[in-house]
């Protein structure tokens, strides 16, 4: 298995080289690890202006040729609200990415994981968020739709509770469609295991529409911001994709499928 979505120093929400978390990948029997680092563009984010793309190449290239031999290294990115900031997506798109996650992290100009977005009510924040997802399909150039549903980790980090996904249907249906008709992927991310929800985001409600409808392109990513985060809950994540309905996840090189890796 890859670990598609983890973070560094180089975003400000983590703390580790990249060989510490290469070196996790191969504690934990990873074929492979994308570094997918933070770019934001609202003001009010804390990765606003933190990417140094220079020496993210720099020392990605240092790690490749210490762990190459042992562990396929892909670089990555995770867009924030790509939809909102064309010009700047397309600045960071001229560097050589193998896989690049497009993320809606904020809504209506606020933090999608803080309180003041909620105040209409979570039904209401849920149809924003999953207007929005849409519209990042619609508009943005990424390969891997990242963790959808993500409102359920913040709701839940929020006020202890989670919402029925199954109220959200259609909008959610949706946006499957779309990915689906556009040929991106949806990653299972299992950061909502940590924070102590029994299912990554999307769960298996969501993974068995999406492979109802004819999805095909699935990858799983810890959201890993430290080594020990590193695959975690990856076995059950498979697990739940095998009850959707998969038996292999895609290996990106270059922002293209180039292979299939059995579950």
Known sequence: ???THTHTHHSPDGASPMAEMAAAALNARLSGIAFTDHAEWYRGDPAYGYLDLDAYFTELAATRERFGNNLYILAGVELGNP?????????????PFDLVIGSVHWLDNQPGWEAPIYQGGIPAAYQLYLGSVLEMIDAADFDVLGHLDLM?????DL????????DFRE?????????????????????AVRKGLDEPVPGLTILRWYRELGGELLVIG?????PQDI????????????AAGFHRVPRYAHREVVDWIAL
């Open 171 to 191: 909008p959610v249906q949706a946006v499957l469609c779309r990915l689906i008709e556009t040929g991106r992927a949806m990653e299972i991310n299992t950061s």
């Open 83 to 95: 939809h909102d900031f064309p010009a700047e997506t397309e600045s960071v798109l001229t560097h």
């Open 231 to 242: 695959a975690h809950s990856f076995d059950l994540a498979r697990e739940l994709a095998k």
């Open 159 to 166: 006020f202890g509770r989670t919402v029925p996904i199954e």
């Open 222 to 226: 810890s959201d890993g911001h430290m």
């Open 152 to 156: 359920r980790r913040d709701v839940w």
């Open 1 to 3: 298995m890859i670990d």
